[in-house]
């Protein structure tokens, strides 16, 4: 697939547009006496690495000097990435326990599942049992020579998957010795402890092969909510101008419990219902629970990655090749405890069966009984948080995480085919993957069991004694419950259940590739690439019984249906010289590729880019490509339907309703009134259904590059690039987000079948927002397009070597058609969104000082994240924009004895704090701002140290 030349890598990085901002002057030049590989994004062997696509590359030495051990952590600091919504280490706790601490990479923000990830050239399977989406956390960084990134033009190369573009990660091959490394990293706050280290040893194998293996461990600490100001106390910001914090703003589901006669509420203090002979009114300000305080800020993440690579000839011209990596991942997460509501749907047995109280329970006290009775109380409606000091424990999910890989196949040479052509290479390989998934969720409690422990009677057999009415239950040990009291070891150890799932994915693609010179013409040799392939993915996750049937507190949730796709791809690419060396024509050439896919299901489709360069003189060379992207739908967007809550904002609310008149209009025929306005609870734990869809089809989408790359000779060592990209892609596969389409309900009177209205305790009458249904489907399209900016200086001193880069992304289209035939949303100019619909920051932007003298290495980084509005509408509404934020480090190193680098750093310099955006508004449940583009960790400390043997 790849071929080796010796040439120039400071001519190679600037004439192919890779991003010389991470590509430091004086690594460049000690490039130059190495081989390097072809670019990212062909088959074609080419006599240098000149292509018409853009490409981003990320070298070793630019992560460490990030001080990060996780390409998809140093992605999120690069402007052609976004934060990974829902699948990060500090924004998946409230992501369900199947995405609880994944690290995915979100190219163009357009989503992990629509950035396809190679090892060198490769497929790798996906992080969990239902995605192709790969996990970064399996992946180990210390054997990585440099990874490209392409946007666009990908998926006739590759296959389907590649819509936002490829990331290439390609390992170092002629390693010879061996290397170890030790680093430790912290907070300045004292967590977010990191030791890491890797050991690579490398070498020949008999006279002409190659072997090398590394064995790496990192491990990222705890940052917990309760030591960041940014969530360290309950939050909300409903409206512009009332921003709360601390206790009024507390979940109004509280330890103490909250027990309903009629729409009041009473609780307990200490140990009595009473104050001055009157029930305790249920207040939030004094008996609610803060739950930020008890969820993790970054998940504790430990991570143990192998990788091996060998190559072997078998005769002249024949080599065989393998590849393993094996990746463990274990995440040990942490939230609140469950806010029980016996009047929510999904805290019913099943969905079905109110856990209530009946009045005939002896331990409800005296004066909450006699209320109750006067009230025509008969089942007692009741909250309570089942946290660490009540069901002894809160919330937390232990995922572990195994990914294993591997790659055979043989390679080779030849002059001709029967006299066609010439240089002629072939490949033959097989890629299989495998992914398990073992998880469980501690702290839940289980319905039935409550259930049965509050139909309590009085026990024959112990005078003054009680036991559960159920002679089936009390076999089984039932333990009678009392809320009203600190619950005993014996309740909690009765009521608290864990649940599991389980689950495991495979990968299969077998690749035969042949690729060479078929003719000469004037202007130089015709290259072409032609070859097949067959894959298959397969994967399901089968989550327990108390989960399916809704039998314990949480999300009801069913499987994910195991689902094997296969795809049978036949492809072909072509490079045709068209002028060489003319005037106004140094070079023009015309590159183009086809492939056709037939899948499971009878689904077929086709591929395609072409575009080419021309170079006019030399230094100066423009380039263009227009693609076709195809992405299927993977096994977790097929099937899987479970339960979610969280904030909706009711569009009927008194401080909404009049957003437009056709809203005030529909909300008053659904019957709400109009100075309606819910206590802050209500809009915190609005309930629905979310799933998968088995009739979906493919995505498509049409992408476009184009721009120069130049490099003037009258000022040596500078290269400026310019790209401009366009992607539309057409019947995505998402969610209309459930604020969306209660919005849309309101509105334009669509979707109204996902919008339920009902009763709620806190509120007299029949038309509170209970419940928003969301379901995957084919039904949204959306533009992007934008600029990507390159420019880098070096220079070489008596004093130094030096090098200077800039890079940035500036966009100016981001809309998103929920459903066709309605009006786009405009996303461009926004940092956060709902869930489902994040919006696009217009600039941002990385800038690299590099120094070296001698032994002595300095490097210094800037990242920039221009101003945005929170979320769409929300600058209308009378909130604020998000100021611009721009974050420095640093990071010095010293070479000893020519064999050992020690090396420290420091992150976020001067310590910079994250900003809260409205509730709902950060892009992912439970967060009030985005951890990806804004640090939360405050300033951190590096130190480590590297020798070679």
Not at 609 to 615: L, P, R, T, V
């Amino acid at each position: 697939m790849f071929a080796k030349r010796k040439i120039s890598a400071a001519v190679t990085l600037l004439m192919s547009g890779m991003v010389p901002a991470l590509v430091p002057a004086f690594a460049a030049e000690d490039a130059a006496k190495q081989e390097v590989v072809v670019v990212t994004g062909s088959r074609i062997v080419r006599a240098n690495l000149s292509g018409t696509t853009p490409v981003l590359t990320v070298t070793k030495e630019s992560l460490g000097n990030m001080g990060m051990e996780n390409f998809a952590d140093m992605a999120t600091q690069l402007p052609q990435f976004a934060p990974s919504f829902g699948s990060s280490r500090t924004q998946s706790t409230f992501s369900g326990v199947a995405s609880s601490g994944l690290n995915n990479a979100n190219l163009r923000n357009l989503g992990a599942q629509r950035t396809l990830v190679l090892i060198n050239g490769r497929r790798v399977p996906g992080g969990s049992s239902t995605s192709m989406s790969v996990d970064f956390n399996t992946i180990p960084t210390a054997n990585i020579e440099r990874i490209e990134v392409i946007t666009g033009g990908a998926s006739a190369i590759y296959g389907a998957d590649a819509v936002a573009g490829v990331i290439n990660i390609i390992t170092r091959k002629n390693f010879q010795g061996v290397e170890v490394n030790a680093s430790y990293g912290e907070a300045s706050e004292g967590d977010n402890k990191n030791p890491s280290g890797y050991i690579m040893m490398g070498g020949k194998l008999g006279d002409a092969g190659r072997g090398l293996l590394t064995l790496q461990f990192d491990k990222q600490g705890q940052v917990s909510c309760k030591d960041r100001y940014i969530c360290a106390e309950d939050f909300a910001w409903l409206s512009p101008a009332t921003q709360v914090r601390g206790p009024a703003a507390r979940s109004g589901v509280g330890e103490n419990g909250r027990f309903f006669v009629g729409t009041n509420s009473y609780t307990r203090r200490g140990n009595s219902f009473t104050e001055n002979g009157a029930l305790i009114p249920f207040d939030v300000s004094k008996d609610g629970y803060n739950r930020n305080a008890n969820r993790d800020l970054a998940i504790p993440t430990t991570r143990i990655m192998v990788a091996g690579d060998m190559e072997y000839p078998l005769s002249e011209k024949v080599k065989a090749f393998a590849e393993f990596n094996f990746g463990q991942t274990k995440v040990d997460s942490s939230f609140e405890g469950h806010p029980f509501q016996s009047s929510a749907a999904g805290d019913r047995i099943g969905g079905v069966t109110a856990v209530t109280i009946p009045i005939n329970n002896p331990f409800i006290p005296a004066e909450l009984r006699t209320a109750a009775v006067a009230g025509n109380v008969t089942e007692m409606t009741w909250w309570q948080r089942f946290s660490d000091q009540t069901a002894g424990g809160n919330r937390g999910a232990k995922n572990d995480r195994d990914t294993a890989r591997t790659v055979v196949g043989t390679k080779g040479e030849f002059d001709s085919i029967f006299g066609l052509g010439s240089d002629w290479r072939w490949e033959l390989s097989n890629v299989y993957g495998r992914t398990k998934v073992n998880l469980s969720t501690e702290g839940l409690v289980g319905k039935v069991q409550l259930y049965n422990g509050l139909r309590v009677e009085a026990d024959p057999a112990n005078p003054g004694s009680y036991r559960c009415v159920d002679a089936t239950a009390r076999a089984q040990g039932c333990v009678p419950i009392n809320p009203f009291a600190p619950y005993t070891a014996a309740m909690q150890n009765y009521i608290r259940m864990g649940s599991t799932a389980v689950g495991e994915s495979s990968l299969n693609s077998t690749n035969a590739s042949l690729t060479g010179a078929l003719v000469e013409l004037p202007a130089g040799a015709m290259r072409t690439a032609i070859g097949a392939e067959y894959r298959t993915f397969s994967g399901g996750l089968d989550y327990d019984a108390a989960i399916n049937q809704g039998l314990v507190t949480g999300n009801q949730i069913g499987d994910t249906d195991f689902v094997k796709i296969k795809t049978r791809e036949m492809f072909a690419e072509l490079l045709v010289p068209i002028l060489a060396d003319k005037p106004f024509a140094k070079s023009l050439n015309f590159e183009g590729a086809y492939r056709h896919s037939e899948a499971s299901g009878d689904t077929s489709y086709n591929t395609w880019k072409f575009g080419g360069d021309w170079e006019p003189v030399e230094g100066l060379r423009f380039r263009a490509m227009k693609a076709r992207a195809v992405r299927a739908p993977n096994p977790g967007e097929l099937s899987g339907v479970g339960t979610t809550a969280g904030v909706v904002n009711d569009p009927c609310t008194a401080s909404r309703r009049n957003a437009n008149p056709t809203r005030a209009a529909n909300c008053q025929a659904d019957g709400v009134p109009a100075d309606y306005a819910p206590p802050l609870v209500v809009e915190q734990s609005v309930t629905g259904l979310s799933g998968g869809n088995n009739a979906l089809k493919p995505e498509v989408a049409t992408t476009m590059t184009y721009g120069f790359v130049w490099q003037p000779k009258f000022v040596p060592n500078l290269a400026l690039t310019i790209d401009r990209f366009e992607i539309d892609i057409k019947d995505i596969i998402t969610t209309v987000s459930r604020q969306v389409a209660v919005n849309l309900c309101y509105d334009s009177r669509l979707l109204c079948s996902a919008v339920t209205r009902g009763t709620h305790p806190l509120v007299n009458g029949n038309y509170v927002l209970t419940a928003v249904n969301e379901q995957l489907q084919n039904v949204a399209s959306q533009e992007i397009a934008g600029v990507d900016l390159d420019v880098r200086y070096g220079m070489k001193n008596s004093w130094g070597d030096m090098d200077f880069s800039f890079i940035s992304t500036i966009y100016d289209e981001a809309t998103l058609q929920p459903l066709a035939g309605q009006k786009p949303v405009d996303l461009l100019g926004q940092a956060g969104g709902s869930t489902s619909d994040q919006g696009f920051i217009k600039f941002t932007a990385n800038a690299n000082v590099g120094y070296r003298k001698g032994p002595f290495k300095m490097n210094w980084n800037i990242r920039h994240i221009g101003g945005a509005d929170m979320a769409v509408g929300t600058t209308e509404a009378g909130y604020p924009r998000i100021p611009a934020h721009t974050y420095h480090n640093v990071r010095l190193g010293y070479v000893v004895a020519k064999s050992t680098e020690v090396y420290g750093g420091v992150t976020n310099l001067f310590n910079k704090k994250p900003p809260f955006f409205a509730s709902g508004t950060a892009g992912t449940q439970a967060l009030d701002t985005i951890p990806g583009y804004y640090d939360i960790f405050g300033r951190s400390y590096y130190v480590g140290a590297t020798h070679k043997f």
